[in-house]
């Protein structure tokens, strides 16, 4: 009975607070996303699926779309620097391997607005960077390095990458170099020691850094908004559009609805596959 | 050997790209011409501009956001080791649950727990501003300060808490003079990410804030926007890294300190 009440005092706190400001306010989200908007910008009574239908509005399957597509673009060039930046890891010992660990690493420690902002500037239409490639001759006068799609990848490459290196080189830490030695004493060429050996070897890996990258770069929101122009909007812009800009909250509410049930996709997948690794060794 | 080249030289490329942006910013501070085309010479008029009466509301923002960190990095101290120490010690229905309560707000966008919190403010009525803003970082801290713990707490050796109680101790005691002892480097490392994090967070503030509560991120991110005072943005970032380096590089130390220690 100690136990219990032990148990009790230790869990309460966090999640009744959890509970509060955490569950509370995201089934609010979903309930809000079925209310009218009220004309003072909140949130009025009553039932309705207007939020919803506005979904069908041309504007928001291409927005949906264009996220769901920068999100999984972003996700393979980040698996595939970070592939052999966890191989090179993996394979280094001591000093030298938490020396160029830490180098990758370092970068992140700095504020995330301030990252962004950094890109911003060095492809600033008036910055050094422009100037040069102009003078230069590789681009055209007209040229701008910034407000695109390539800008916006470019820098969710940049901003997401470590959480693809970090599990990825937890799994390269564990797994047995000398296998691939084996493939290659066998006659497998170095790619193909790679891609059936190494790859398979460290899967779990690859399926987290899959996850840790693709479910926050689909809540992208900084991003588009610093970097990218009017026709790279992704669906984070808009929910702060429809929360800020013209205030209304039941179509933010929808978006974001959609934007969790998408997110939950990547989710479930990893939960189910890692279940599955557990029951069934392979 | 030379397949091995391939990774070596993506590794090269990617240290690269990760710096240039931010030497660039850091190289610019101390740039005498106000864009950054040019380098004009050596000077250290923006961070003098930074002490400047007009950029006063830099200053405001910084403290709100240094109030805020340090209060929610208290508050979810607190949560955070309560709730790892639950979850290590008990194997019940209830820690399965409190397990996905506790890692969902780290996984989920952080963009989505900003407008649901909003909604939910809003819903009842409360009015936005620096309160708001700290119940949304206690929220999200809580979280990554118990994941630290809990790792702390897995190399924790048990048979000593039994020790301290067979040698007489009473629960409060032992909880007092062994547990929370060995248990400080990672309440502590968990508190300094809960602050960092904190004075990072612009996406979930940007939402709970109110009129007259802007933080630090929200101030910078106004003036990047409007590309106004890009040298000052240079400045304030240079100093920005110091300070996160400095104390990152504490909590590395604190952490490598008490493993040579226990070894």
Redesign the interface.
């Known amino acids: 009975m100690i136990k219990r009440k032990n148990e009790a005092i230790l869990t309460g706190p966090t999640l009744l607070w959890l509970i509060l400001f955490f569950v509370v306010p995201s089934l609010a989200m979903v309930v809000i996303s079925f209310r009218p908007a009220s004309t003072y910008g909140g949130v009025g009574t009553g039932w309705t699926l207007d939020a919803w239908r506005a979904l069908g509005n041309p504007n928001y399957p291409i927005i949906l779309w264009r996220t769901v597509w920068l999100s999984l673009v972003t996700t393979v060039i980040c698996l595939a620097l970070a592939l052999p930046i966890a191989f090179v890891l993996g394979r280094m010992q001591g000093k030298w391997r938490a020396i160029l660990l830490m180098i990758v690493i370092v970068p992140f420690w700095t504020n995330f607005v301030i990252r962004v902002a950094a890109w911003r500037i060095l492809l600033h239409p008036e910055g050094m960077l422009r100037q040069g490639l102009v003078s230069l001759g590789l681009i055209g006068p007209d040229t701008l390095l910034l407000y695109n799609e390539g800008a916006v990848l470019m820098v969710m490459v940049y901003t997401y990458l470590p959480f693809a290196i970090l599990p990825l080189y937890a799994a390269a830490e564990r797994f047995d170099y000398s296998l691939l030695e084996a493939a290659r004493d066998l006659g497998a060429s170095g790619l193909t020691a790679v891609m059936r050996v190494f790859i398979p070897g460290i899967s779990r890996g690859l399926l987290t850094a899959m996850a840790l990258v693709l479910i926050p770069a689909l809540g992208s929101y900084v991003i588009p908004d610093l970097v990218g122009g009017p026709g790279d909007e992704m669906i984070g812009n808009k929910i702060a559009q429809r929360t800020l800009g013209d205030r209304n909250l039941p179509q933010a509410a929808t978006l974001s609805v959609a934007l969790l049930l998408i997110t939950l996709i990547p989710l479930i997948v990893v939960f189910y596959l890692n279940r599955r690794d557990r029951t069934h060794p392979a | 050997m030379k397949?091995?080249r391939?990774?070596?030289i993506?590794?090269a490329l990617?240290?690269v790209?990760?710096?240039?942006?931010?030497l660039?910013?850091v190289v610019?501070s101390f740039n005498e011409a106000r864009?950054?085309?040019?380098w004009a010479g050596f000077t250290l008029k923006w961070y003098a501009a930074l002490f400047d009466p007009q950029n006063r509301d830099i200053w405001e923002a910084t403290q709100r956001s240094l109030l805020i960190a340090i209060s929610s990095s208290a508050v979810s101290m607190?949560?955070?080791t309560?709730?790892a120490?639950?979850l290590h010690?008990?194997r019940?229905r209830?820690?399965r649950l409190?397990y996905g309560?506790?890692y969902?707000?780290i996984?989920?966008?952080?963009?989505?727990?900003g407008?649901?919190?909003?909604?939910?403010f809003?819903?009842l009525g409360v009015t936005l501003g620096t309160v708001t803003i700290l119940?949304?970082h206690?929220?999200f801290c809580?979280?990554f300060v118990?994941v630290v713990v809990l790792g702390r707490l897995q190399g924790f050796d048990e048979s000593i808490i039994a020790a301290a109680r067979d040698l007489g101790a009473t629960r409060w005691v032992a909880i007092r003079r062994v547990i929370l002892p060995l248990l400080a480097p990672g309440i502590v490392a968990g508190g300094l990410l809960a602050f960092?994090l904190s004075?990072?967070d612009?996406?979930i503030t940007?939402?709970v804030t109110g009129p007259g509560s802007t933080t630090l991120?929200l101030k910078?991110?106004s003036m990047?926007?409007h590309?106004r005072e890009?040298p000052l943005?240079?400045a304030?970032?240079t100093i920005?890294?110091v300070i996160?380096?400095l104390i990152?590089w504490w909590s590395q130390k604190l952490n490598q300190d008490q493993t040579t220690k226990s070894n």
């Open positions: 397949s091995s391939l990774p070596v993506v590794f990617v240290v790209f990760l710096y240039v942006p931010i660039f910013l610019n864009f950054s085309s040019t607190v949560l955070g309560l709730s120490c639950a010690w008990y019940t209830l820690q409190n309560l506790i969902l707000p996984v989920i966008p952080d963009l989505l727990m407008i649901s919190l909003l909604l939910f809003v819903a119940i949304a206690i929220t809580s979280s118990t960092t004075v990072d612009y996406v940007f939402f991120p910078i991110y990047v926007k590309s890009l943005i240079n304030i970032s920005f890294l996160t380096f990152v």
